[in-house]
């Protein structure tokens, strides 16, 4: 597979399709980032400095039984720092940070009531360290900005061994794109270069990809999440921090777009009217903008400090080796235990070789899916397609997928209860079963359950083995550490671009149609997006409760990152949903009318008058709309809005992935509907999000055009 979407030859070659009028990735990529070719682009501002030395301390001072007591804002100003006993409990360690805590705040209270008395030696010490800063206002309103930070040096030393395994790849994956070098430290960050690693709002991966996002580059389905995967998933994050760019302008904004959002990032440039990183993280606020989004792009800087002086920090490191391996693609839906037998190779080295295959494959519920790249070691037979064809007999090969995972109940179980065991709400199984909400479950009684993957969190993986010698002439891969097994994600959905919305009493619902892995209905993706909707809903109850963790333990439980938790939603749509003060909103593609209407508990006709519309007059991408809230609330019409917005991309990217993209120059006559029929009928709103500052309601001859280029799902790459 190239990350590029560019047709592959022989690894290291890729042979670029020209035509009259579409050029291809390899060009377009100037054309997209003109700051590629900065000569640092990844500028370190002497303003922010401050705040990477702290990070850098965090990450290689103090480990996991230590913290810093700091102020949130200004992260030049450390109080203590407090040291736990190995043994020493969760709770007495929250107990000598809040007594911590309360010194400190009583310590700046009486300074700042002091005026000019003379001060102890200590509250002296503590004035000092708010130099000019230190005015009784400032230090009292510093009095609720006490914050801990636990240290992570032990963590970081981890993922800098670790990250051997897979420098090599991301290295290429990053240069096959254009991309900065600098990029490839961002797992420091992210996941200590665990590839095991979940977050409790169920981030998974090295890269620490959200379902919802990773499905627009990878395949997460039942049977596969290519975010445990180090290899695909290095490939869609290159992709994601690529469009981010594109979208942004600037690598800081990209990053930190890549913990906050785009829109989120997006609004925080138009805001200040400025792309500069520096002043977006003093000034601008937010209720989603906080500690973790502030301080993103500053921790990165620190993580490539670090990881360009290992030595210096931890002094001698033996990194992890890289393994090698071969794939053969597997001929049709086929179980791994006729895998194993034609193979003849031990179930733990497959495993170990392919984690982005889920827990329902190995356990038989699932079949590995047709066309799926098996990773084999190398210290066995060569395979091919046709090879492993001909050891398997017509019974063993199969058309489809197997049927979707059911679970036995249990005595005392309880629809919450397996809700909570498969990580998605009481209110999705029942639905999933036809139940109500309260029904109770009967034991020996067999429920399906949702395909997704669990909100759960991986212990930190240790230091790989040794690796088996390498054959002569093999491209050098890493080998994974073995990941836990996650229950099995969504099932394929497919979308077909939205049609006008009636006005009626019921909310717009995405259509479907069939698609390489059969027909499936639209609550499919109803179901979906709710469950991307709760996880979304208890990133904010995270980001609300702006947790400390004291331990190693409850730092993991909460996330595998090296920094805080991120307070936004990780989502490439940079659209702002939001209405304006003056009850505007800007339309976005696949929206009507007949949308607004419904979502506004109004009539299309009353949308209409009130923009002074003439009847078959169409509504453009852009352009701002006027609506009337008497009926129902501003909150209400976003959240509308938002949802259905995350079913028609939840849909879509069931069924389909982008896989690279091509610049289009538009010709007389173009309009965004020809370019989005000329692509297998992609959705307007895909072509807006790679093109958010485009006029694509006046397309002008010359103008160049961002198109994704999507593949199928199933198709095998």
């Known amino acids: 597979m190239n990350s590029t979407g560019g047709l592959a030859g022989p690894r290291g070659s890729i042979r670029w399709p020209l035509t009259r009028r579409w050029v291809f990735a390899a060009l377009s990529w100037l054309a997209l980032a003109p700051a590629l070719a900065q000569d640092n682009p990844m500028p370190r501002p002497p303003l922010l400095e401050r705040d990477v030395q702290f990070w850098i301390r965090v990450y290689t001072q103090i480990d996991t039984n230590a913290g810093f007591l700091h102020d949130q804002y200004n992260l030049g100003v450390v109080y203590d720092t407090l040291h736990f006993a190995p043994n020493t409990t969760p709770a007495e360690r929250e107990r000598q940070v809040d007594q911590a805590r309360e010194h400190y705040g009583g310590a700046l209270r009486r300074i700042a009531d002091a005026a000019d008395a003379p001060l102890s030696a200590e509250d002296q010490r503590i004035k000092e360290l708010w130099g000019a800063e230190a005015t009784p206002a400032r230090l009292r309103s510093a009095i609720e900005d006490i914050r801990f930070q636990l240290g992570q040096a032990d963590r970081f030393r981890a993922g800098l061994i670790r990250s051997g395994a897979w420098e090599t790849h991301i290295a290429e994956t990053l240069a096959n794109l254009g991309l900065p070098a600098e990029l490839a430290v961002l797992p420091h960050v992210e996941s200590s270069f665990n590839p095991a690693a979940y977050s409790k709002v169920g981030a998974a991966g090295l ?29 869609a994050a290159a992709q994601l921090l690529a469009y981010n760019h594109r979208v942004l302008g ?6 930190t777009a890549y913990n906050h959002g785009t829109a989120g990032v997006r609004r925080a440039k138009e805001t200040l009217g400025t792309d500069d990183i520096a002043r977006i993280v003093r000034s601008y606020s937010s209720r989603t903008f906080g500690f973790a989004s502030r301080n993103f792009y500053v921790s990165f800087l620190a993580a490539l400090d670090i990881d360009r002086n290992p030595e210096k920090y931890f002094g001698a490191l033996q990194k992890q080796t890289e393994a090698r391996f071969q794939e053969v693609q597997v001929p049709a839906y086929v179980p791994m235990a006729t895998l194993e037998r034609a193979l003849k190779i031990d179930a733990d080295k497959l495993r170990a070789l392919n984690p982005a295959l889920l827990r329902s494959v190995w356990d038989g519920q699932q079949r590995v899916p047709k066309a799926y790249h098996l990773r084999l070691p190398l210290d066995g037979s060569g395979w091919t397609r046709e090879l492993l064809a001909q050891r398997l007999s017509p019974a063993e090969m199969f058309a489809g997928q197997s049927s979707p995972p059911r679970y036995r109940v249990q005595r005392g179980d309880t629809l919450t209860s397996v809700a909570v065991r498969y990580g998605v709400s009481a209110e999705t199984l029942a639905r999933l079963n036809h139940l109500r909400t309260g029904a109770r479950l009967h034991a020996g009684r067999s429920i399906t359950v ?13 230091p790989a083995p040794a690796a088996p010698a390498p054959a002569a002439g093999s491209p050098p891969v890493a080998l994974a550490p073995a990941a836990p097994a996650p229950a099995a994600a969504s099932p394929p959905v497919a979308l077909a671009p939205a049609a006008p919305a009636p006005a009626a009493a019921t909310p717009p619902v995405a259509l479907a149609r069939p698609s390489p892995g059969g027909a499936v209905s639209a609550d499919v993706a109803q179901r979906e997006s709710a469950e991307d909707a709760a996880v979304a809903a208890a990133k904010a109850r995270t980001a609300a409760t702006s947790p400390q963790p004291v331990s190693a333990a409850q730092a993991e439980a909460l996330s595998p990152a090296l920094g805080p938790a991120a307070e936004a939603e990780q989502n490439p749509d940079p659209n702002d949903y939001s209405v304006a003060h003056d009850d505007t909103i800007r339309v976005a593609g696949d929206e009507t009318l007949g949308h607004y209407a419904d ?21 453009l991408i852009g352009q701002r709309i ?18 259905y917005h995350r079913q028609l991309q939840a849909a879509y990217f069931a069924a389909h992935r982008i896989v690279g993209t091509e610049v289009y120059i538009a010709r007389p006559g173009d309009s965004v509907w020809t370019l989005t029929q000329r692509t297998a009928q992609m959705p307007m709103w895909l072509v807006q999000q790679y ?13 160049q055009i961002v198109m994704p280029r999507v593949q199928e799902v199933g198709s095998g790459g």
């Open 207 to 235: 890269w620490q990809f959200m379902r919802s996002t990773g499905r627009r580059y990878m395949r997460i389905d039942s049977a596969v999440d290519d975010r445990l995967d180090p290899f695909r998933s290095t490939e």
């Open 250 to 255: 600037t690598w800081p904004l990209a990053l």
């Open 450 to 462: 949702p395909e997704t993957a669990p909100v759960t969190v991986a212990a930190a993986v240790a």
């Open 599 to 619: 979502w506004l508990g109004v009539s299309t006709q009353h949308v209409r008058e009130l923009n002074r519309f003439k009847f078959h007059r169409a509504v």
């Open 626 to 643: 006027k609506l009337d809230f008497r009926k129902v609330s501003r909150e209400a019409f976003e959240a509308n809005r938002r949802e």
């Open 691 to 703: 093109n958010p500052d485009v006029d694509l309601a006046d397309l002008r001859a010359g103008t």
